[in-house]
């Protein structure tokens, strides 16, 4: 299970810190990372940690996200900086378990958390 929680209301150019805590098994495999669903628009990725320890971060939050992990804690977090309006919605954590490896495609088996809610007011 994941367990997201960090998200609240906050002026244009602050700061929040996400936490997305795994309970039950965690994974050595895998990749993760953060989505956010703004009003009336479909899921979007915002960063995403691979098994390699690569990191993507979407164009709009270059610059002033940083997503981690805490593996020792089973957690992983995204500290969102210098927050804009248009950064506003629900925040999702993201795992993606890799079961078998498989030339160029893997099994996989994804697991969401809750969501929270991320409000910046202008």
């Known amino acids: 299970q994941l367990q997201a929680s960090g998200g609240g209301l906050v002026p244009a150019g602050g700061s929040l810190r996400l936490s997305c805590a795994a309970s039950g098994s965690t994974f050595s495999d895998k990749n993760e990372g953060w989505y956010r669903q703004k009003l009336h628009s479909p899921r979007e990725e915002v960063a995403l940690?691979?098994?390699?320890?690569?990191?993507n971060y979407a164009d709009s939050v270059k610059g002033r996200f940083t997503i981690s992990r805490d593996n020792a804690r089973s957690t992983m977090y995204l500290q969102m900086n210098s927050l804009k309006p248009e950064d506003s919605g629900v925040y999702y954590c993201?795992?993606?378990?890799?079961?078998?490896?498989?030339?160029?495609?893997?099994?996989?088996?994804?697991?969401w958390g809750q969501g929270t809610l991320v409000t910046v007011s202008s």
């Open positions: 940690i691979n098994s390699g320890g690569d990191i």
């Open positions: 993201y795992v993606q378990q890799i079961l078998a490896r498989l030339g160029s495609t893997n099994l996989t088996r994804d697991y």
